[in-house]
């Protein structure tokens, strides 16, 4: 067997170095992550949902709202595979495009969706949007428009 020049060797390493990076980079990520490396999902504090379709509905949530510790359950509940930036339209797969401000004391982080096969998520302070496609897909959206829209019902 003939063996490897060092200017192969080096390539070689070069080329694993190349696949495990873009394995990192486009593995699935958990909520936390999907958010931003400061976010808690433990610590959010109030949840504002802003719901348009052919009604403006708003949906406000403080911390002694048990909705909200389901509302985290359900969003950690799928993983979130990277699509690149966000901002881009979406299809429009359910009722209502939902707006998600979710409150951690003085940082406000924000997802974005209406039933596509991605979210937008934008985190505390940070310019540019990123874009995830939950590995639930659109059921997980539904469940989460469901919960908000139970909220709003219980408030009226």
């Known amino acids: 067997m003939k063996k490897l020049s060092t200017k192969h060797k080096i390539a070689l390493v070069e080329i694993v170095i190349v696949i495990l990076l873009a394995v990192w980079i486009f593995s699935p990520k958990s909520f936390q992550s999907a958010m931003g490396y400061d976010f808690d999902p433990a610590q959010v504090t109030a949840v504002t949902a802003v719901l348009s379709g052919d009604q403006e ?40 495009r939902v707006t998600l401000f979710l409150r951690q004391e003085s940082k406000v982080y924000t997802i974005t969706f209406s039933g596509g096969d ?20 659109l059921p997980l959206q539904q469940e989460v428009l469901d919960l908000l829209l139970d909220q709003a019902h219980v408030a009226e």
């Open 57 to 96: 509905i708003h949906v406000d949530l403080d911390e002694a709202d048990p909705a909200i510790g389901e509302l985290m359950t359900l969003l950690e509940s799928s993983r979130y595979r990277p699509q690149g930036d966000g901002g881009q339209p979406q299809e429009q797969g359910l009722d209502y």
């Open 118 to 137: 991605q979210m937008d998520f934008r985190g505390s302070g940070e310019e540019g949007i990123r874009a995830f496609r939950p590995t639930e897909g």
